[in-house]
């Protein structure tokens, strides 16, 4: 069937809003944890009127002879400063398609999602945007279509849920873990500072600019005085050599409300391997429960070795993927 690409603009959002929730329905199945949300997830209508709003948004969506909606894409421009922490995972000139910033015809994806993203696509790499990404459920039949394109799997996001206290992992020897507040900032920050360091190596190969490693640094000043917030420092024989810290996440399509973010997590290398991780987050987690937190949700690169094998061995399932496809700069200077 031949598609047409026509703008997008607030007057398609009913029907663009519909197909959204009839396709996010589907790929909702798939997901663990949301079955029990005591609140909906934000409507098509509410994601797409958030993006569209936005300014410069590039937005195209696809119409049949027929007059059917075959579907739309909307992709937002990022523009970050080099000393901004959202840089360490974020190009500082790319384009984001949100959630809400896309949606498919069943039947339609691939021959819809070629036509728009070759539009939009046209318009971004006239901006010199030429860094792409994607956030949508972790559905794979949703991933397909841009598979198609090119686009490759980036990061993860996972979800656990929060009960009550269990079995208890085994302890480290000579391991003790604290409370961290305001004082413990230096600490915090360096080894955050640390574990983005490690992105920068194989196989994830992610630039981590000084600027914005050094507003990493005092990041979390306000978490670490905020009370829906939590750290923790392990030590063992008085060096310190792990910590994680527990954020209010942002409730959202994926994440269900009164859930909190692994905001951080670090183990020096040294003391890897031998259960510090597990034993943090045993802390961090019946801390969560006794404050009403019910789920805790987190992120990390699919490339990464150690982060890829032990968030979903620690009990993370994936709800949500950002894909990403990068092109090649040569295509700008050209």
Request: charged share 20%.
């Amino acid at each position: 069937m031949t598609l047409a690409i026509v703008p997008l603009t607030t007057e398609h959002i009913p029907e663009a809003a519909a197909l959204h929730d009839r396709w996010y329905a589907r790929a909702r199945r798939s997901l663990p944890y949301q079955s029990g949300r005591t609140t909906a997830p934000p409507t098509g209508e509410e994601l797409l009127g958030k993006i569209l709003a936005e300014p410069h948004v590039e937005a195209a969506s696809a119409r049949a002879a027929t007059g059917g909606f075959g579907g739309y894409l909307a992709a937002v421009p990022v523009d970050l400063a080099e000393d901004e922490r959202a840089v360490l995972e974020t190009h500082p000139r790319s384009a984001l398609i949100p959630f809400g910033g896309h949606a498919l015809r069943a039947g339609q994806e691939t021959e819809a999602l070629r036509g728009l993203y070759a539009v939009v696509a046209e318009r971004l790499v006239a901006q010199r945007r030429l860094v792409h990404y994607v956030d949508l459920p972790a559905d794979d039949a949703a991933a397909l279509a841009w598979f198609r394109l090119g686009f490759g799997l980036e990061q993860v996001r996972g979800l656990m849920p929060v009960k009550a206290r269990g079995r208890q992992p085994r302890g480290v020897d000579a391991l003790t873990i604290r409370r961290a507040g305001p004082g413990d900032l230096p600490q915090i920050g360096r080894m955050a500072v640390e574990s983005a360091r490690h992105r920068q190596r194989s196989a994830v190969f992610l630039p981590q600019p000084e600027p914005a490693l050094a507003t990493l640094r005092t990041h979390y000043v306000r978490a670490l005085a905020d009370p829906r917030s939590a750290a923790w420092v392990a030590a063992r024989r008085g060096e310190e050599v792990a910590m994680v810290v527990l954020t209010p996440a942002t409730t959202g399509p994926v994440v269900p409300e009164a859930s909190a973010e692994l905001a951080e997590s670090y183990v020096t290398p040294s003391a890897r391997g031998e259960g510090v991780s597990r034993v943090l987050l045993a802390t961090a987690l019946a801390w969560a429960y006794d404050n009403d937190y019910r789920h805790i949700t987190a992120r990390w690169h699919a490339a990464s070795l150690p982060a890829a094998g032990h968030w979903p061995a620690v009990g993370f399932k994936p709800v949500a993927h950002r894909l990403h496809r990068v092109l090649d700069p040569r295509i700008a200077a050209g």
